[in-house]
């Protein structure tokens, strides 16, 4: 039963599709050239309707949208290069142009209101202009911000390596202090950023682990024992860091967000023993603005 309601339904569908005919729609415009003037075909479109009544309409309304854009060009003082003059509408192979030919019943009540419709639509390329305008504007506010962000930023360039590096502005991070902080490296394309922790003091820590922690939250620091970490001892003094690159570890970058805005952020390098301290609000403020940079570098 099923099966034969189905070949029912394609059979109709197929029936109504078929009762369908098919016309040849073209368009005859107007082209200048220097003082001259000649007419030109555009290329064909294939309206299908199931009367020649229906297919009339729908090249009318396909006139009246190129007689609309031309008009839209003209009022925004745009130069357009066709100027619509009339179409011509032939029924399926047939060589007769029958667009003049077709007469029913309110014709020229029907036109009209496709007329009044199109006519009264809003002109496009204005808004197309505004809208550009806006998104040009809004794309010098978004550059303006950027450069402000990046302004935050202590820039130096390394010839020799055509490395460029970006610090925070509040302090210079050397390794005989206690701090924390973030810096970015560019060079042509590629952008990367690293974070550095140091210890300073009379004793080693001999530390193997590094962690960063708010409020309750702590995010461990992964790095290689080897190449990103180091110790120094000058003037009676101990220095141990860590220098390491967490461009692709999404989930500490997500982390110094809140991490940086906290005024409980800490730092903690843990091994033999530990040293563990809260963050200045400078080492804090240095964080979040190194971030907003490499988010906008990354951007480039």
Same mark, same amino acid.
């Given at each position: 039963? @099923?099966?034969?309601?189905?070949? &029912? +339904? #394609?059979?109709?569908?197929?029936?109504?599709?078929?009762?369908? !005919?098919?016309? =040849?729609?073209?368009?005859?415009?107007?082209?200048?050239?220097?003082?001259?003037?000649?007419?030109?075909?555009?290329?064909?479109?294939?309206?299908?309707?199931?009367?020649?009544?229906?297919?009339?309409?729908?090249?009318?309304?396909?006139?009246?949208?190129?007689?609309?854009?031309?008009?839209?060009?003209?009022?925004?003082?745009?130069?357009?290069?066709?100027?619509?003059?009339?179409?011509?509408?032939?029924?399926?192979?047939?060589?007769?142009?029958?667009?003049?030919?077709?007469?029913?019943?309110? @014709?020229?009540?029907?036109?009209? &209101? +496709? #007329?009044?419709?199109?006519?009264?639509?809003?002109?496009?390329? !204005?808004?197309? =202009?505004?809208?550009?305008?806006?998104?040009?504007?809004?794309?010098?506010?978004?550059?303006?911000?950027?450069?402000?962000?990046?302004?935050?930023?202590?820039?130096?360039?390394?010839?020799?390596?055509?490395?460029?590096?970006?610090?925070?502005?509040?302090?210079?991070?050397?390794?005989?202090?206690?701090?924390?902080?973030?810096?970015?490296?560019?060079?042509?394309?590629?952008?990367?950023?690293?974070?550095?922790?140091?210890?300073?003091?009379?004793?080693?820590?001999?530390?193997?682990?590094?962690?960063?922690?708010?409020?309750?939250?702590?995010?461990?620091?992964?790095?290689?024992?080897?190449?990103?970490?180091?110790?120094?001892?000058?003037?009676?003094?101990?220095?141990?860091?860590?220098?390491?690159?967490?461009?692709?570890?999404?989930?500490?970058?997500?982390?110094?967000?809140?991490?940086?805005?906290?005024?409980?952020?800490?730092?903690?390098?843990?091994?033999?023993?530990?040293?563990?301290?809260?963050?200045?609000?400078?080492?804090?403020?240095?964080?979040?603005?190194?971030?907003?940079?490499?988010?906008?570098?990354?951007?480039?």
């Amino acid at each position: 039963m @099923k099966k034969l309601i189905f070949l &029912a +339904i #394609a059979f109709i569908v197929l029936l109504a599709y078929s009762c369908k !005919k098919h016309y =040849k729609y073209i368009e005859v415009v107007e082209v200048k050239s220097g003082n001259s003037v000649r007419l030109e075909k555009l290329p064909s479109k294939i309206i299908t309707a199931s009367s020649d009544e229906e297919a009339y309409l729908i090249a009318y309304t396909y006139i009246c949208h190129s007689t609309k854009v031309f008009m839209d060009y003209t009022e925004a003082e745009e130069p357009t290069q066709f100027t619509p003059v009339e179409f011509l509408l032939f029924k399926g192979t047939d060589s007769v142009n029958i667009a003049n030919s077709i007469e029913f019943k309110d @014709k020229d009540i029907k036109q009209n &209101a +496709i #007329a009044r419709q199109i006519f009264n639509m809003p002109n496009y390329v !204005k808004i197309d =202009k505004d809208l550009a305008k806006q998104q040009a504007e809004k794309k010098a506010i978004q550059k303006e911000e950027m450069q402000k962000k990046l302004s935050k930023l202590k820039e130096e360039h390394d010839d020799v390596s055509g490395i460029t590096w970006y610090y925070q502005k509040y302090f210079t991070h050397y390794i005989n202090t206690n701090r924390i902080s973030l810096y970015i490296g560019k060079k042509s394309n590629s952008v990367w950023l690293r974070l550095k922790m140091t210890y300073n003091g009379d004793n080693w820590i001999f530390f193997e682990n590094a962690y960063i922690s708010y409020e309750g939250n702590t995010q461990p620091i992964y790095f290689d024992r080897y190449n990103d970490r180091n110790t120094e001892i000058e003037g009676g003094f101990v220095s141990e860091w860590l220098d390491v690159d967490i461009s692709k570890d999404k989930e500490i970058i997500n982390f110094l967000y809140d991490f940086a805005k906290s005024t409980q952020a800490k730092m903690k390098l843990s091994g033999k023993y530990s040293k563990t301290r809260t963050l200045t609000q400078n080492e804090r403020q240095g964080i979040l603005d190194v971030l907003e940079g490499y988010d906008i570098l990354i951007q480039k």
